[in-house]
């Protein structure tokens, strides 16, 4: 929705920064933007979730990408190594 992508846009840089009471504050937002159009939104945490996995997903699959290297994996190609 268009409500979601302007409150998700650059999400995964600044939300993970967030202190409690802006987190709150968002949810705030959230709720309002719920109640005028009259539909369900998803939790902030839940989306911020979703698109971090995602972009460490794209990421790690990615050779190209300056991060990569950031994401090595195990002998056995299976899981990540703790860095």
Known sequence: STVESILTSCFTVWYGSATTAE??????VVKTAQYITA?????????YD?????????????PTHPCYPLF???????????T
């Open 23 to 28: 987190s709150k504050a968002l949810q705030r």
């Open 72 to 82: 090595p994996q195990l002998p056995s190609g299976k899981r990540y190594q703790n």
């Open 39 to 47: 539909t369900a939104l998803p939790p902030i945490q839940d989306i």
């Open 50 to 62: 979703k698109r971090h996995l995602r972009r460490a997903v794209n990421i790690s699959s990615d």
